[in-house]
């Protein structure tokens, strides 16, 4: 009987090990899944005067992006998901914006990190080339 008391003693102690382990890397994902968050600090977009079709077109979209408070570094070289009028698709990093990619530009990079940022002091700008993403005639373009 005291055999059968100290396995399943042994059974319980490996049992809530195993527990407490999973609960707090459980834990340490919900907790950066919370706070490492991009805040777009602002977003500019150009419109023009599509001639042929006599509508107005976005040309690009730039945001501006920061750390979000208490966030640990963020690399922007993942992804982003682009939704549009007429379908949504997945956007990777570039080397400029094009309908598969979008770029990443420095504006304040306090330890040369692009495209992670590490400080709350870093800026990043996201571009975006809508016109390429959409497959929007680009006639009525201007620079930027």
Known sequence: MVLVAAIAAGVLINTAEFLQSKSEQ????????????????????????????NRHE???????????????????????????????????MGDSPSNTQFAVEEIRDEGDSLPVLVSRKDRFRIVLDTQQITGASKSARTSR
């Open 58 to 92: 976005v040309d690009y979209v730039n945001l501006t992006v920061m750390k979000g408070s208490g966030s640990g570094d963020i690399n922007l070289s993942t992804t982003i998901e682009w939704f549009g009028p007429d379908d949504g698709r997945i956007l990777t």
């Open 26 to 53: 459980t834990g340490a994902e919900s907790s950066a899944q919370v706070t490492d968050r991009v805040h777009v600090v602002s977003t500019v977009g150009n419109i023009t005067l599509n001639e042929t079709t």
